[in-house]
């Protein structure tokens, strides 16, 4: 058993996203955010704002999420980015790549993807948005100066 000092918080929730409810757009919010339904877009907190996803066994996401602490036990097909903590229960499944600080992976939970550490997290976020832009033959950053055609 687990020393009183050690038991994790249990996490405010601010929003809630029903079981009959889609969702077809980003969702961006700071708190903590329950999903039983779908969204079909990404989900957004700031980055070191202590904000925290947490998705039932019910729950679909069907793009990328950026939060520092995520909890999965539903379904995730894209990207998941984490700089502070995942948890991955015995139902998570996620399609995608998993970019985390620190992980916790259940006995039966999926990636189908890579497992990428991150270390000092904040900056995770941004330099894996600034690759795929370049990638993609853009330039982004505050040192990027525009293309020329």
């Keep these: ?23 077809r757009g980003d969702v961006i919010f700071t708190g903590g955010l329950h999903v039983d339904g779908k969204v079909k877009g990404n989900v957004i ?17 069907e793009g990328e999420v950026h939060v520092p602490n995520v909890i999965v036990n539903g379904m995730v097909i894209g990207d998941v980015y984490s700089d502070t903590h995942i948890e991955l229960a015995e139902k998570a499944r996620i399609k995608g790549n998993v970019y985390y600080s ?16 991150q270390e000092g997290g904040k900056s995770s976020q941004k330099q894996n948005r600034e690759t795929t832009a370049a990638d993609d033959g853009l330039n ?8 020329n055609p």
Excluded at 1 to 23: N, P, V, W, Y
């Design 140 to 147: 982004v950053g505050p040192e990027s100066t525009p293309a």
């Design 45 to 61: 907190a700031e980055s070191g704002s202590g904000s925290v996803i947490s998705l039932s066994e019910k729950g679909v996401i």
């Design 102 to 117: 620190y992980i916790e992976m259940a006995r039966g939970s999926e990636v189908n993807g890579s497992l990428v550490h």
């Design 1 to 23: 058993m687990l020393s009183k000092s050690k038991r994790k918080k249990a996490a405010k929730i601010d929003t809630l996203i029903g079981s009959h409810t889609e969702i």
